[in-house]
C-alpha cells in the first residue's frame, strides 16, 4: 500500500531516540565511564534529553506526508548506533607515556614522549571486575584510608609504606610531579598495569594508570618508571603491584622519580577502567 | 499498444495509473505545459488522459494540436473534492491510463497526497511552474502557500527565464535540495521524457532495477562484515579501539553540538535579523572586537560554534566577522581557559598567550577576509544548511505565537542537528582511524628547529581534531619533544584548523571558501608563531 506521512522524518524520530535512549543506558550502566569524562555526563543527560524533546517535536510532524522524502538522508548517524552496540567496550591502547606534568617553575619541564614499537594489543578486559582489590592492602591503609580520603594525597602507614589506592592515584601522580623532593627516599606501593616502550631496558617498566581527560580519545597512560629483575615475568598490560623505593634520577635528560622495586606481585584489575583528572 | 502495457506494470503486473502532478500560482504556465506536454509525441501511446484542472486556466487547451485524442478534462471546484471517492469514480467510469492534475497553488498539496488512492494508482512527479520574474515577490508574500508546494516537487519549471538564474537557484535549493530545475523548454522536454516517454521509463527501470541489486549486495556484504567482526575479535582490537575513540569523540561532541544547534535555532526564530547585522555592523571595525568578546559568553566547544557562525552569515552579518566569532570562540571560550590553567598548573602565561595568540590570529584572518572583500552570498553553499530548509517543518507553526517559536527552535534545532551530524560522524571517523594508524612517532624526534615542529604540531592537531577544552593537556604532553612555540601552535591552531570543523563547515559553505580559509589559516599562523619563537629567544614560557 501506499505509504503514509514523511519517511525522512520519522527516521529521524527514530534515530533521536535511539539515541537518547544510548545516552541514557550508557550513563546507567556506567559504560559511559569507558567513553567520556564523568564531568561530561550532566551534558550527556542534557543531549539525552534535547534529543527526546525533539523527537517528540518532530513525532507530531512525521505523519505530514511528503511526496519526495528521502528517509536515507540521516543514514550516517546511524553508523555510530550500529558501532556502538555491535562492538562492546574495550581498551584503547596507547603507544606513548608522558612522565609527569611540568614541575612548576623547573626550566626543564619533564615530558618524555615517544612511540612503543607494540601497538594496539587492545585487551579485552571483562566488565565484571572485582569490586574488591584484596590483594596486598592491609585493612588498615586500603579500607579506611580510601573511603575517607580518597581524593586526598596518600600517607604513610606505620610500616613507612605508603600505598595508593585507585581513587588516590590520579592526585598522587599530580603530586609527585610537582614536589618530587617530598617522595625521595619514600617507600611506595601502587597498582598500575604494565607498560613498557621501545627504548625500556629490560628491568624498566611502568606499572601505568590510563588517565582520561575528556574523552576516550585522549587516554593516556600515566605512571612513573620502575626497575627490578623481577619485572621481566609479566607481561604488558598485567595489572600489578608495585613496591618500591622512590628515588629521583635524571632519565634521558629529565629529572625524574624512579621506583626501585622490592616486591612486585599480581593484582585484580581495578574498578575502573580508566583514572579521570579533576580539577 | 503492446510495447506500452508491458511498460507501465508494476511488478505485480498490474497496469499502473500514473499521476502527474503540475502546480503553481495563477498564470505560472501551467496550462501551457500541460498543452506542451499533450502535444509530444509519445503522448499518443496512451490509451486514455485525463486533466483534472483544479483551477480555471487562462488558457484554453487546444485538442487540434494534441499528439492523443482521447483526452478527457474535468474540473474540480474546491479542495473538499479531491478524496478517495473522486479517483475511485475515474477509475470505474473513465478508465485512464494517465492523469494529469493541474493543480491550484493555494490548495495544500497534502489534500492531494493523503488521499487514499486505488491500489492500481500512484502519484508519480509533481512539478512546481513558475514564473520566473514573479518567483521571488511570490516567495517573500505567499511564504507558506508556495513553500508548502515546493518542498513536495521533484522539478521546478521556470517560465520566462531571463538569465538570472543563481538567485532561483539558491531559493529552491534551500527548501528543496532534490528538486530538479528547469530553466529552458529543452531541459524541460528531456525531463519530461523520462517519465512520459515509455520508451524512456522502461530505460529508467532498468537502471532503478540495477541499483536496487547492487544496493542489497553491498547491504549484504557489510551485514557479513559486522557479523565476522565479532568472530576475528582480538584480531580486530584496532577496530575496537578506533571505535573506541570514535564513540568518545561523538559522546562529547554531540552534547555540545546541540547546544550549539539549539542557541543557532534561537538565533533563527527570536532574533530578527536586522537586529544582528545591526549590532555587527554598527561601526566599520568595531564589530571586529565585539565578535571576540561574543566568543567569552558562548561557552560551546568548537564543535558547536560551527553551526552558529553558519547561522550569523546566513542571517547577513559580514562574513569577516562571523569568521572572528568562528576562530576566536574556542580560544576565548571559558572553559577553554579553564582547561588549559589545569593542564599548566601554576603556569597562567600559557593561557594568557593562549588568549592572545588565539585572538591574534582570528583577527588577522577576519582582517585578511575583509581585505579580500569575500561576500557571503559567495561563500554559502545554495543549499545552505537551515536558511528555511526545516520549513517544512516548520511551516504550519510558524505565526503561532510564542508556544509556535518554541516549538520551532526544538524543531529546527533537530534539522540543524541532523545537517551538522553528518559531517560529525564522518569527521570522527576519520579523526579517530588517523589517530590509531598514525604512530606519534610520526610526529615525534624531531625537535630543534622551530619551523618543521610548528608545521608538524598544526598538521597533528589537524588529524587529532580534539576539542579546544582538552587540546591544552594533549599539547602538554608533547612539551618535552617540541619547542613551546610548536606546541602552543597545536593548542591554538587546533580548534581553527581541524578535520571535524571543516567537515561541518562543508555543510553550509562552500568548498572553495573552506580551502582559502584553511590557506590563510595557515599563512597567518606560520609568521605568528614564528614571532612569536623569536620574543621568546628559544626560551621556555
Known amino acids: 500500500m501506499k505509504q503514509r506521512g514523511n519517511s525522512e522524518l520519522l527516521f529521524q524520530v527514530v534515530i533521536c531516540f535511539v539515541l537518547s535512549a544510548l545516552f541514557v543506558y550508557a550513563l546507567i550502566s556506567g559504560k559511559a565511564s569507558a567513553y567520556i569524562h564523568p564531568r561530561l555526563y550532566g551534558l550527556l543527560w542534557f543531549a539525552a534529553a534535547a534529543l527526546f524533546a525533539i523527537a517528540v517535536f518532530m513525532l507530531r510532524f512525521a505523519f505530514t506526508p511528503k511526496h519526495n522524502a528521502r528517509p536515507l538522508k540521516s543514514i550516517l548517524l546511524i553508523v555510530p548506533i550500529i558501532t556502538a552496540v555491535i562492538i562492546p567496550v574495550g581498551v584503547v591502547q596507547s603507544r606513548a607515556i608522558s612522565f609527569g606534568t611540568s614541575t612548576s617553575r623547573q626550566n626543564a619541564s619533564s615530558f618524555v614522549q615517544s612511540a612503543t614499537s607494540s601497538q594496539d594489543k587492545g585487551v579485552v578486559i571483562p566488565d565484571s571486575a572485582s569490586s574488591e582489590d584484596d590483594i596486598g592492602i592491609d585493612i588498615s591503609s586500603s579500607s579506611s584510608s580510601s573511603s575517607s580520603s580518597s581524593s586526598t594525597v596518600p600517607q604513610e602507614d606505620k610500616n613507612g609504606v605508603m600505598t595508593i589506592s585507585d581513587e588516590q592515584f590520579a592526585k598522587w601522580y599530580t603530586d609527585i610531579n610537582q614536589n618530587m623532593k617530598k617522595y625521595e627516599g619514600k617507600t611506595i606501593k601502587l597498582k598500575g598495569q604494565v607498560f613498557r616502550m621501545s627504548t625500556f631496558a629490560k628491568n624498566e617498566i611502568v606499572p601505568a594508570r590510563y588517565a582520561m581527560v575528556c574523552c576516550a580519545a585522549d587516554l593516556q597512560p600515566c605512571g612513573i618508571l620502575c626497575r627490578s629483575d623481577a619485572v621481566s615475568q609479566y607481561k604488558d598490560n598485567d595489572w600489578v603491584w608495585v613496591t618500591g623505593k622512590i628515588k629521583i634520577e635524571n632519565y634521558q635528560n629529565q629529572t625524574m622519580p624512579v621506583c626501585y622495586v622490592t616486591k612486585i606481585e599480581k593484582a585484580d584489575k581495578a574498578k575502573e577502567d580508566y583514572i579521570y583528572f579533576t580539577y | ?541
Open chain 2, 1 to 541: 499498444m503492446n510495447l506500452k502495457n508491458m511498460l507501465c506494470r508494476n511488478v505485480s503486473g498490474v497496469i499502473m495509473t500514473k499521476i502527474e502532478v503540475i502546480c503553481g500560482f495563477l498564470e505560472s504556465g501551467k496550462t501551457t505545459l500541460i498543452q506542451h506536454i499533450l502535444e509530444q509525441d509519445y503522448i499518443e501511446q496512451y490509451r486514455r488522459i485525463l486533466i483534472l484542472q483544479c483551477e480555471e486556466g487562462m488558457t484554453e487547451f487546444r485538442a487540434s494540436t494534441m499528439k492523443n485524442k482521447n483526452v478527457v478534462l474535468t474540473q474540480i471546484e474546491g479542495p473538499y473534492k479531491i478524496r478517495a471517492k473522486l479517483f475511485a469514480k475515474i477509475r470505474d467510469e473513465l478508465e485512464p491510463d494517465l492523469i494529469l492534475v493541474e493543480y491550484n497553488g493555494t490548495w495544500p498539496i497534502e489534500k492531494l497526497l493523503c488521499v487514499n488512492l486505488p491500489v492500481d494508482y500512484k502519484i508519480d512527479k509533481i512539478l512546481f511552474c513558475s514564473d520566473a520574474s514573479t518567483f521571488e515577490l511570490y516567495m517573500k508574500n505567499t511564504g507558506i502557500l508556495m513553500l508548502n508546494q515546493l518542498n513536495n516537487v521533484d522539478a521546478v519549471f521556470f517560465n520566462r527565464c531571463d538569465g538570472n538564474f543563481n538567485t532561483l537557484k539558491a531559493d529552491v535549493k534551500n527548501n528543496n535540495r532534490q528538486a530538479e530545475l528547469l530553466f529552458s523548454d529543452k531541459s524541460a522536454d528531456q525531463y519530461l521524457a523520462t517519465f512520459l516517454k515509455p520508451e524512456e521509463i522502461q530505460k529508467e527501470n532498468h537502471i532503478h532495477n540495477r541499483n536496487r541489486v547492487g544496493a542489497v549486495i553491498s547491504l549484504v556484504c557489510i551485514y557479513l562484515i559486522i557479523l565476522a567482526i565479532p568472530l576475528y575479535y582480538n584480531a580486530f582490537s584496532f577496530i575496537k579501539s578506533a571505535n573506541m575513540i570514535f564513540i568518545g569523540i561523538l559522546m562529547q561532541a554531540v552534547p555540545f553540538l546541540l547546544i550549539g544547534a539549539f542557541v543557532s535555532a534561537f538565533l533563527q526564530v527570536f532574533v530578527p535579523d536586522e537586529t544582528l547585522v545591526r549590532i555587527f555592523t554598527r561601526h566599520k571595525w568595531l564589530g571586529f572586537p565585539l565578535a571576540l568578546i561574543l566568543g567569552f559568553f558562548f561557552p560551546v566547544c568548537d564543535c558547536g560554534i560551527v553551526p552558529i557562525a553558519s547561522r550569523l552569515t546566513q542571517k547577513g552579518v559580514p562574513l569577516p566577522q562571523a569568521m572572528v566569532f568562528m576562530l576566536a570562540a574556542p580560544a576565548m571560550n571559558p572553559v577553554t581557559i579553564l582547561s588549559t590553567l589545569y593542564a599548566f598548573p601554576g603556569q597562567p602565561q600559557y593561557a594568557l598567550c593562549r588568549i592572545g595568540l588565539g585572538a591574534l590570529v582570528a583577527l588577522l584572518a577576519g582582517f585578511v577576509l575583509s581585505v579580500m572583500h569575500t561576500k557571503s552570498e559567495n561563500v554559502l553553499t545554495a543549499f545552505s544548511t537551515a536558511t528555511c530548509s526545516c520549513a517544512s517543518v516548520t511551516s504550519g507553526i510558524q505565526n503561532s505565537g510564542m508556544k509556535g517559536k518554541i516549538e520551532s527552535v526544538f524543531l529546527i534545532a533537530g534539522q540543524e542537528f541532523f545537517n551538522m551530524g553528518r559531517f560529525i560522524v564522518i569527521g570522527s571517523l576519520a579523526c579517530s582511524i588517523l589517530q590509531q594508524s598514525i604512530p606519534v612517532s610520526f610526529f615525534g624526534g624531531t625537535g630543534a628547529k622551530v619551523v618543521l615542529p610548528i608545521a608538524i604540531m598544526l598538521l597533528a592537531a589537524f588529524f587529532m581534531s580534539v576539542c579546544s577544552t582538552s587540546n591544552a593537556f594533549i599539547g602538554r604532553s608533547f612539551l618535552n619533544v617540541f619547542p613551546t612555540t610548536a606546541v602552543m601552535g597545536f593548542i591554538v591552531m587546533g580548534p581553527m584548523l581541524d578535520l571535524t570543523n571543516l567537515f561541518m563547515m562543508s555543510s553550509s559553505f562552500k568548498k572553495k571558501f573552506i580551502m582559502r580559509l584553511i590557506v590563510i589559516l595557515i599563512a597567518i599562523a606560520f609568521p605568528v608563531f614564528l614571532l612569536f619563537s623569536a620574543l621568546l629567544k628559544g626560551g621556555t614560557l
